[in-house]
């Protein structure tokens, strides 16, 4: 069951302004992740569920999590399916994140009062996800659309929160690009979690770049 209500994680999204994104098998690896995260001071993680047996690894995560991280909020990305999504709220995952837009989805999230973000890339499909009640858009992937596309949407829709994942990085420059067009959130996978820090282990330079990055939005929105 869920730790967190969906208003509570749109809060923190809204809050820390990103969200990383991760997946590997190795539950002690992940949990050095998870740690390393916090400690830079990320309280959300997207756990992208693409591998064999990935319910296994999230959920001795989110145990690790409630445990030993008062605070950190994890969620599961790359559901495609109301069955899948069943599933990971069953083990608490506090948030759903989709590739695409899905009412079925949509209906099994609202009935637990789980925050869900479905990827959209139109206007219209942001319509009909809000309509569905969702809180914050997943921008998807944001490499296609990018700034330009978010500043067209805020300027008759103010009130959407949009979350661009793909194509955000770690420069300053980016993430400005990103904020100055509005966008709530980001969400960032290995250009924040790279193969070469998994690989090499190096869990000191992820806490720095996490710090760094999360210093880097909380100066461009001031």
């Known amino acids: 069951m869920a730790q967190y209500t969906r208003i509570e994680v749109a809060t923190i999204m809204k809050e820390t302004g990103m969200v990383p994104l991760f997946y590997h ?18 309280r959300l993680m997207e756990f992208t569920a693409r591998g064999d047996f990935a319910f296994e690894v999230f959920s001795a995560l989110n145990k ?11 969620g599961v990305g790359s559901i ?21 837009l899905r009412e079925d989805i949509a209906i099994a999230c609202n009935r ?8 959209c890339g139109s206007l ?3 319509n009909n996800a809000e309509e569905l009640g ?3 858009v997943k921008l998807f992937p944001g490499s296609t659309y990018g700034p330009s596309f978010v500043k067209a949407i805020k300027g008759p829709q103010p009130w959407t929160s949009i ?31 790279s193969k070469e820090i998994l690989n090499n282990e190096d869990f000191v330079g992820l806490e ?13 929105r001031n």
């Open 64 to 74: 690790f999590a409630i445990k030993e991280l008062p605070g950190m909020v994890l």
């Open 208 to 220: 720095n770049t996490v710090r760094e990055t999360l210093g880097s939005i909380i100066k461009l």
């Open 80 to 100: 495609t399916d109301a069955a899948a999504a069943s599933l990971y709220m069953q083990i608490g995952a506090n948030f759903i994140v989709t590739p695409s």
């Open 163 to 193: 979350m661009p994942t793909g194509g955000v990085t770690t420069e300053v420059a980016n993430l400005k690009a990103w904020f100055d067009a509005g966008v709530t959130c980001v969400g960032l996978g290995s250009q924040l979690i």
């Open 124 to 126: 219209t499909e942001i």
């Open 25 to 42: 098998s190795d539950i002690a690896l992940g949990k050095k992740v998870l740690q390393a995260c916090y400690d830079g001071g990320a």
């Open 134 to 136: 969702c809180e914050i």
């Open 112 to 119: 637990r009062k789980v925050l869900w973000s479905p990827g």
